[in-house]
């Protein structure tokens, strides 16, 4: 089992950054792709960013040149950098992990960007 804990959200103006953390549990977080999720009120969770085991990334075009994940295998611990704020981007953002079969959620941290 994989716990995951989100933190770094807050209230942003536009232009601004804000990075974002999740902390897995457990002994297997370099075995796992994580990825970072959103969700705006009224629409459909949506794929933000994802990383996999070996570094390769894949980015929501919404985000790219934006947004940036990292990952500390050592620390198990996964990032978004995320500059250039926009209005838009305003979300629930949620970390997800898989192994496969296995998919994790974190339980999501808000971003508000707002002037």
């Not at 989100?6 to 232009?15: A, I, K, N, R, T």
């Not at 933000?48 to 990952?71: E, Q």
């Amino acid at each position: 089992q994989v716990q995951l804990v989100e933190s770094g959200g807050g209230l942003v103006q536009p232009g601004g950054s804000l990075r974002l953390a999740c902390a897995a549990s457990g002994s297997i977080f370099s075995l796992l792709t994580m990825a970072w999720y959103r969700q705006a009120p009224g629409k459909q969770r949506e794929l933000v960013v994802t990383i996999t085991t070996t570094g390769n990334t894949n980015y929501a075009d919404s985000v790219k040149g934006r947004f940036t994940i990292s990952r500390d295998n050592a620390k198990n611990t996964v990032y978004l950098q995320m500059n250039s704020l926009k209005p838009t981007d305003t979300a629930v953002y949620y970390c997800n992990a898989r192994w496969d079969p296995r998919v994790y959620w974190g339980q999501g941290t808000q971003v508000t960007v707002s002037s």
